[in-house]
């Protein structure tokens, strides 16, 4: 009894802490404002509105209505609202197979063990962001494959999930490989024992294979996406390099021992797990293993598993109905309040907000990760130089960007080719630019500095 209202409070728990953390991702700040773009002009947009190397140009449309979605989430209840309603869509995800694991004679226990296992194991990749919807998605899927829908029945419930993934985040690749592996189990099982072939869960794989092509971008989506994983790995984007590399090795142990405790908990009674549930999470462990993004959807994976494997007792009383909805709005109303939006201190919100009220317009030369709240807080009287956006920018570009912070290229390279009317540096990126900038005071006026961001403004009269 007591394992049951751990489980029916537990939501509540996992969505308090989830609220309590601070929004670390800097990209959410340039979809966000992307995000007004698309609401504003009713549909995608599809040239480059930010850059001011690349303005006007073509440009993929990832996560388009993921990104309109959030965007009137925050013009509607500012960034309280949008951080419960993401924590929900994050969470939602993991509560939907748990769910699921629970309807089917799952113990309190084990599915109380399985949440919080999965829940610890990426608990530091959740911030604010249109991944969120990825997770959600997933987390349907999952849950209808443990649910036992017939696959018949699934596809009409399937296809329209594939094309609102798709485009609220460009991951339903994920579903693909998900369903191809349950699929491959079924076939193996027709061929060994003569079981029925499973041609309904082939032709859902196949389905959302082609779903990834249902976005404005069509076939182009798969050399952006290409494009974008490159510079990313190029640039030591630490979720898109492998575990052992050393930009991961902290996060690569913590995984490695929650693969560890899952593999001895499903060793401990192997007849009771399922092979399909247990080769989709092998396989997204491998995914992991070489880029460690996929470890949001591997713990999604390891639910059902975990879940499966733990034996569940003689007699088991449920909670009341009402009590994990009535927790997750109790805690939905009152942590906001106790602990309102806050920033990871690395973020030079304060700085860049002196910017803009010294009514500076034009091109904004900024640490490439600050280049999202610099559009969001100026945008569209400024444009920026950077940005975190790897596929936007040339694989020259970020070397130059590289040269920059080296000192190789001067300040008057930099001004020649961006022209900028401020400056939001990062002291360890970007000390020699600093350097450059202190010297010539007659040019740049210094706004602000501290240890985390130091600000330049063009003085009236200073062309470039």
């Known amino acids: 009894m007591v394992a049951a209202w751990l489980l029916a409070i537990a939501p509540?728990?996992?969505?308090?802490v989830l609220l309590l953390n601070p929004v670390w991702d800097v990209d959410i700040f340039w979809q966000l404002k992307l995000g007004e773009?698309?609401?504003?002009?009713?549909?995608?947009v599809m040239q480059e509105p930010f850059s001011a190397t690349h303005f006007g140009q073509p440009m993929p449309t990832f996560a388009w209505l993921g990104q309109a979605v959030m965007a009137q989430v925050r013009l509607t209840t500012g960034w309280t609202g949008l951080r419960i309603f993401d924590a929900l869509c994050w969470l939602g995800g993991f509560l939907l197979v748990a769910a699921a694991c629970r309807r089917r004679s799952g113990s309190a226990g084990a599915v109380l063990l399985a949440l919080a296992i999965a829940f610890f194991a990426v608990l530091p990749l959740a911030s604010i962001r249109p991944q969120s919807f990825a997770v959600l998605c997933f987390g349907a899927l999952l849950a209808s494959l443990r649910t036992g829908f017939k696959p018949w029945g699934m596809t009409v419930l399937a296809v329209p999930l594939f094309l609102v993934w798709q485009n609220l985040h460009p991951s339903v690749s994920i579903a693909a490989v998900t369903l191809a592996t349950v699929a491959a189990i079924g076939w193996w099982r027709c061929l060994r024992s003569g079981e029925a072939a499973p041609w309904e869960l082939t032709v859902l794989a196949?389905?959302?294979g082609l779903a990834m092509f249902a976005t404005p971008d069509g076939w182009h989506i798969l050399g952006a996406s290409a494009a974008n994983a490159a510079a990313s790995a190029?640039?030591?984007?630490?979720?898109?390099?492998?575990?052992?590399h050393p930009m991961n090795r902290f996060g690569a142990v913590h995984l490695l021992l929650i693969a560890v405790m899952a593999t001895w908990i499903v060793l401990r009674n192997p007849q009771r797990t399922e092979a399909g549930e247990l080769a989709v999470a092998i396989v997204f462990f491998g995914m992991t293993l070489f880029a460690s993004r996929f470890a949001l959807f591997w713990a999604v994976t390891l639910i059902p598993v975990i879940a499966r494997a733990v034996p569940p007792p003689a007699a088991e009383r449920r909670t009341p109905a009402w009590l994990s909805p009535l927790a997750l709005i109790a805690v939905a109303a009152i942590v906001p309040i106790l602990r309102p939006t806050h920033f990871d201190e690395k973020i030079p919100l304060a700085a860049i907000e002196k910017l803009r009220t010294s009514r500076v317009k034009g091109t904004i030369f900024a640490h490439f990760p600050w280049g999202g709240p610099a559009i969001d807080v100026g945008s569209p009287e400024w444009r920026v130089a950077y940005d975190g956006r790897y596929y936007r920018y040339t694989p020259e570009e970020w070397a130059r960007y590289r040269a920059i912070g080296d000192g190789a290229v001067g300040l008057d390279e930099v001004e020649r080719l961006y022209r900028p009317a401020g400056f939001v540096l990062s002291p360890e990126w970007n000390g020699r630019l600093i350097t450059e900038l202190r010297a010539q005071p007659q040019r740049w006026r210094l706004l602000s500095a501290d240890r985390v961001a130091v600000v330049f403004q063009r003085k009236s009269g200073a062309t470039p």
């Open 37 to 44: 773009l698309i609401l504003a002009r009713g549909g995608p």
């Open 206 to 208: 196949l389905l959302a």
């Open 234 to 244: 190029a640039m030591n984007v630490n979720e898109w390099l492998p575990l052992w």
């Open 12 to 16: 509540a728990a996992m969505l308090a």
